[in-house]
Protein backbone atom coordinates (compact mmCIF):
# COMPACT_ATOMS: atom_id res chain seq x y z
CA UNK A 1 0.00 0.00 0.00
CA UNK A 2 1.48 3.02 -0.62
CA UNK A 3 -0.09 5.97 1.87
CA UNK A 4 -2.42 7.16 -0.94
CA UNK A 5 -4.34 4.09 -0.09
CA UNK A 6 -5.16 6.11 3.40
CA UNK A 7 -7.72 8.12 2.24
CA UNK A 8 -10.75 8.20 4.29
CA UNK A 9 -14.15 8.93 3.04
CA UNK A 10 -16.90 10.19 5.13
CA UNK A 11 -20.28 10.72 4.95
CA UNK A 12 -23.37 10.79 7.64
CA UNK A 13 -21.11 9.55 10.21
CA UNK A 14 -19.38 6.81 7.92
CA UNK A 15 -15.57 6.58 7.36
CA UNK A 16 -13.95 4.18 4.73
CA UNK A 17 -10.56 3.30 4.41
CA UNK A 18 -8.99 1.86 1.48
CA UNK A 19 -5.87 -0.25 2.20
CA UNK A 20 -4.05 -2.05 -0.88
CA UNK A 21 -3.48 -5.70 0.69
CA UNK A 22 0.12 -7.17 -0.75
CA UNK A 23 0.52 -10.83 -1.54
CA UNK A 24 4.06 -11.12 -1.08
CA UNK A 25 3.48 -10.31 2.78
CA UNK A 26 0.45 -13.28 2.76
CA UNK A 27 2.88 -15.58 0.71
CA UNK A 28 5.27 -15.48 3.35
CA UNK A 29 3.20 -15.06 6.20
CA UNK A 30 1.53 -18.33 5.25
CA UNK A 31 5.12 -19.95 4.65
CA UNK A 32 6.09 -18.63 8.00
CA UNK A 33 2.83 -19.68 9.45
CA UNK A 34 3.27 -23.74 8.01
CA UNK A 35 0.52 -23.32 5.96
CA UNK A 36 -0.17 -26.39 3.35
CA UNK A 37 -1.33 -25.12 -0.36
CA UNK A 38 -4.53 -23.91 0.18
CA UNK A 39 -7.22 -24.81 -1.86
CA UNK A 40 -9.90 -22.56 -3.47
CA UNK A 41 -12.09 -22.40 -1.13
CA UNK A 42 -16.19 -23.26 -2.09
CA UNK A 43 -17.87 -20.02 -3.33
CA UNK A 44 -14.48 -18.15 -3.62
CA UNK A 45 -15.43 -14.91 -3.17
CA UNK A 46 -12.97 -11.71 -3.50
CA UNK A 47 -14.71 -9.19 -1.77
CA UNK A 48 -15.20 -9.62 1.85
CA UNK A 49 -17.96 -7.50 4.32
CA UNK A 50 -17.02 -7.68 7.68
CA UNK A 51 -17.19 -5.72 11.47
CA UNK A 52 -14.09 -4.75 11.84
CA UNK A 53 -12.60 -6.17 14.74
CA UNK A 54 -10.26 -4.00 17.60
CA UNK A 55 -7.05 -5.05 16.74
CA UNK A 56 -7.24 -4.41 12.63
CA UNK A 57 -9.16 -1.13 13.59
CA UNK A 58 -5.98 -0.64 15.75
CA UNK A 59 -3.38 -1.34 12.76
CA UNK A 60 -5.34 0.82 10.51
CA UNK A 61 -5.67 3.25 12.94
CA UNK A 62 -2.03 3.62 13.55
CA UNK A 63 -1.86 3.68 9.39
CA UNK A 64 -3.92 7.11 8.96
CA UNK A 65 -1.46 8.43 11.69
CA UNK A 66 1.20 8.16 9.29
CA UNK A 67 -0.31 10.26 7.02
CA UNK A 68 0.44 13.14 9.43
CA UNK A 69 4.15 11.96 10.13
CA UNK A 70 5.40 11.14 6.90
CA UNK A 71 9.56 11.15 8.83
CA UNK A 72 7.99 7.66 10.58
CA UNK A 73 7.08 6.22 7.20
CA UNK A 74 10.49 4.59 6.62
CA UNK A 75 10.80 3.38 10.01
CA UNK A 76 6.67 2.21 10.92
CA UNK A 77 4.86 1.46 7.63
CA UNK A 78 6.37 -2.12 7.06
CA UNK A 79 6.04 -3.28 9.90
CA UNK A 80 1.85 -2.14 10.44
CA UNK A 81 1.64 -3.80 7.62
CA UNK A 82 2.91 -7.12 8.41
CA UNK A 83 1.04 -6.99 11.04
CA UNK A 84 -2.42 -6.05 9.57
CA UNK A 85 -1.84 -9.18 7.15
CA UNK A 86 -1.06 -11.50 10.07
CA UNK A 87 -4.73 -11.02 11.56
CA UNK A 88 -5.94 -10.72 7.89
CA UNK A 89 -4.64 -14.16 7.24
CA UNK A 90 -5.19 -15.97 10.08
CA UNK A 91 -8.88 -14.73 10.36
CA UNK A 92 -12.48 -15.90 9.24
CA UNK A 93 -11.26 -15.11 5.62
CA UNK A 94 -7.43 -16.62 5.82
CA UNK A 95 -8.46 -19.93 3.37
CA UNK A 96 -9.07 -17.15 0.56
CA UNK A 97 -6.47 -15.33 1.06
CA UNK A 98 -4.07 -17.53 1.56
CA UNK A 99 -5.05 -18.50 -2.11
CA UNK A 100 -5.00 -15.38 -3.71
CA UNK A 101 -1.41 -15.04 -2.43
CA UNK A 102 0.09 -18.04 -4.32
CA UNK A 103 2.41 -17.30 -6.59
CA UNK A 104 0.60 -19.24 -9.61
CA UNK A 105 -2.94 -17.51 -8.72
CA UNK A 106 -5.51 -15.71 -10.70
CA UNK A 107 -5.17 -13.38 -8.49
CA UNK A 108 -1.35 -13.09 -8.59
CA UNK A 109 -1.29 -13.06 -12.41
CA UNK A 110 -3.85 -10.16 -13.10
CA UNK A 111 -2.00 -8.48 -10.52
CA UNK A 112 0.62 -7.68 -13.37
CA UNK A 113 -2.28 -6.34 -15.65
CA UNK A 114 -3.67 -4.16 -12.55
CA UNK A 115 -0.25 -2.70 -11.94
CA UNK A 116 0.02 -1.79 -15.55
CA UNK A 117 -3.45 -0.31 -15.73
CA UNK A 118 -2.42 1.93 -12.25
CA UNK A 119 0.77 2.93 -14.03
CA UNK A 120 -0.36 4.17 -17.21
CA UNK A 121 -4.49 4.99 -16.72
CA UNK A 122 -4.13 8.13 -18.28
CA UNK A 123 -3.43 6.06 -22.03
CA UNK A 124 -5.72 3.95 -23.53
CA UNK A 125 -4.09 -0.11 -22.84
CA UNK A 126 -5.10 -2.58 -25.85
CA UNK A 127 -6.64 -5.54 -23.95
CA UNK A 128 -3.32 -7.58 -25.69
CA UNK A 129 -0.70 -6.24 -23.81
CA UNK A 130 -2.91 -6.84 -20.52
CA UNK A 131 -3.56 -10.22 -21.28
CA UNK A 132 0.03 -10.89 -22.30
CA UNK A 133 0.91 -9.03 -18.84
CA UNK A 134 -1.22 -11.68 -17.38
CA UNK A 135 -0.56 -14.64 -19.26
CA UNK A 136 -3.30 -15.78 -20.20
CA UNK A 137 -5.49 -15.69 -23.72
CA UNK A 138 -8.07 -12.37 -24.45
CA UNK A 139 -10.71 -14.47 -23.12
CA UNK A 140 -9.34 -16.17 -20.45
CA UNK A 141 -7.73 -12.80 -19.16
CA UNK A 142 -11.10 -10.94 -19.67
CA UNK A 143 -13.37 -13.65 -17.95
CA UNK A 144 -11.12 -13.61 -15.08
CA UNK A 145 -10.23 -10.02 -14.62
CA UNK A 146 -14.10 -9.53 -14.11
CA UNK A 147 -14.07 -12.18 -11.93
CA UNK A 148 -11.12 -10.88 -9.49
CA UNK A 149 -12.27 -7.25 -10.00
CA UNK A 150 -16.64 -7.34 -10.81
CA UNK A 151 -15.25 -5.10 -13.63
CA UNK A 152 -14.45 -5.18 -17.16
CA UNK A 153 -10.79 -4.38 -17.49
CA UNK A 154 -12.07 -0.58 -19.18
CA UNK A 155 -14.08 0.10 -16.67
CA UNK A 156 -11.70 -0.56 -13.96
CA UNK A 157 -9.33 2.15 -15.46
CA UNK A 158 -12.09 4.60 -15.99
CA UNK A 159 -12.58 3.97 -12.11
CA UNK A 160 -8.87 5.12 -11.27
CA UNK A 161 -9.63 7.91 -13.53
CA UNK A 162 -12.46 8.97 -11.57
CA UNK A 163 -10.77 8.34 -8.25
CA UNK A 164 -7.90 10.61 -9.37
CA UNK A 165 -10.56 13.03 -10.38
CA UNK A 166 -12.29 12.69 -7.14
CA UNK A 167 -8.79 13.22 -5.49
CA UNK A 168 -7.59 16.77 -7.29
CA UNK A 169 -11.21 18.13 -6.08
CA UNK A 170 -11.03 16.90 -2.60
CA UNK A 171 -7.15 17.60 -1.97
CA UNK A 172 -7.09 20.76 -4.36
CA UNK A 173 -10.42 22.31 -4.18
CA UNK A 174 -10.49 21.91 -8.00
CA UNK A 175 -14.39 22.09 -9.53
CA UNK A 176 -15.27 19.31 -10.91
CA UNK A 177 -14.75 21.33 -14.70
CA UNK A 178 -11.19 21.91 -13.70
CA UNK A 179 -10.20 18.23 -12.46
CA UNK A 180 -12.05 16.70 -15.51
CA UNK A 181 -9.54 19.24 -17.94
CA UNK A 182 -6.80 16.79 -16.78
CA UNK A 183 -9.95 13.56 -16.96
CA UNK A 184 -12.04 14.34 -19.53
CA UNK A 185 -13.80 10.50 -19.42
CA UNK A 186 -14.03 11.48 -15.99
CA UNK A 187 -16.06 14.38 -16.62
CA UNK A 188 -18.80 12.01 -18.72
CA UNK A 189 -18.80 9.46 -16.68
CA UNK A 190 -19.55 11.44 -14.06
CA UNK A 191 -22.36 13.85 -15.93
CA UNK A 192 -23.62 10.24 -17.23
CA UNK A 193 -24.06 9.31 -13.37
CA UNK A 194 -25.08 12.16 -12.09
CA UNK A 195 -22.02 12.42 -9.96
CA UNK A 196 -21.74 16.29 -10.83
CA UNK A 197 -23.74 18.65 -9.42
Known amino acids: MSLRGGWQWRQAGHRALAIELQPGILGELAADLGAAKAPRPAGFRTLFVEDTNATLLDCAK ?26 LITG ?14 L ?65 TGYTATRAALEWTEALTHLAQTGSIR
Do not use: C
Not at 72 to 84: K, S, T
Not at 92 to 105: C, D, F
Not at 114 to 120: G, P, S
Not at 137 to 165: D, I, M, W
Open 62 to 87: RLVRLLDRPEAVPLLHEGIMRELHYW
Open 92 to 105: PHGPALRALSEPAS
Open 107 to 171: ARRLGQAITLLRQNYRERIPLERLAAAAGMSLTAFHRHFKQLTSLTPGQYQKRLRLVEARRLMLE
